[in-house]
């Protein structure tokens, strides 16, 4: 039985007051929760300042990139070995907008991916098709591609020391969300390409959706059997809207 798990996603939102108004009306409300594992990843700048707000509230601190070297000559970047010491558990890796603004390949994400394993963090591969590649019937292969190049360089092992979340492009910060069935059938899909590997590791993996994820529709997305919980951007934001939705994913 996998454990469910809800992250969210600040993206570059927040400042010292939001942060500590949001998170004063989240944590009493997630205290009481069961079975779910919980975590934020504010921007860079309020990691300190979050990691300190978290303290004793069982909820984890997460980033939302890393750089693939550690240290060195790479103005305005963030090394895995940084974030481990600010208190990080998670990293996510391969974000759909690291992918298309920052022109992320797939190898350079499966180098931050192994860099972040490296460090002991715990790396949050996301993956997910664009609206045409879905159109085009592309999804399972897009998918696939970014799933092999992780298993070529850090084998099933390594990928089964992170987690992934499906992310199809089209659903993040729309408002449009994968119906529960098609987010099934892609989830089912990545479980099975991992069993080709190690069907104990595929069993076990985590695998979260992400893409719109609202309180109305968290419960049906959680309720399929391939899907674990939730990466979730624009509900994060909002108390009652994370809240509601870490409720449908606890116990
Ligand atoms: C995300 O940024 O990972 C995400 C899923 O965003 P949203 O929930 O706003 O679609």
């Not at 996998?2 to 939102?13: E, L, Y």
Request: proline share 4%; with cysteine.
């Amino acid at each position: 039985m996998r454990r469910k798990r809800v992250i969210g996603n600040w993206k570059m939102n927040g400042s010292l007051a939001a942060n500590r108004a949001l998170l004063e009306e989240l944590l009493p409300q997630l205290a009481v929760l069961e079975g779910v594992e919980l975590a934020v990843c504010p921007p860079f700048s309020y990691l300190a300042q979050v990691a300190a707000l978290l303290e004793g509230s069982g909820v984890a601190l997460g980033a939302q990139n890393l750089h693939t070297a550690e240290k060195g000559a790479f103005t305005g970047e963030i090394g895995a070995g940084m974030l481990k010491e600010l208190g990080c558990r998670y990293v996510l890796v391969g974000h759909s907008e690291r992918r298309s603004l920052y022109r992320e390949c797939d190898e350079t994400v499966a180098e931050k991916f192994a860099v972040a394993l490296r460090a002991g963090l715990v790396p949050v591969l996301c993956v997910g098709e664009t609206q045409a590649q879905r159109r085009q019937g592309q999804t399972e292969q897009v998918v696939s591609a970014q799933l092999q190049a992780v298993l070529r360089r850090s084998g099933v092992q390594g990928l089964a020391a992170g987690l992934i979340a499906y992310e199809p492009v089209w659903a993040i910060g729309t408002g449009e969300t994968a119906s529960p069935e098609q987010a099934q059938a892609v989830h089912r899909h990545i479980r099975a390409l991992l069993a080709q590997h190690d069907p104990v590791q595929a069993e076990a993996m985590p695998i979260l959706y992400g893409g719109s994820v609202k309180a109305d529709n968290a419960a049906a997305l959680f309720a399929q059997p391939d899907i674990d919980g939730g990466l979730i951007g624009g509900a994060s934001l909002e108390a009652a809207a994370f809240a509601a939705i870490c409720q449908a994913a606890a116990r």
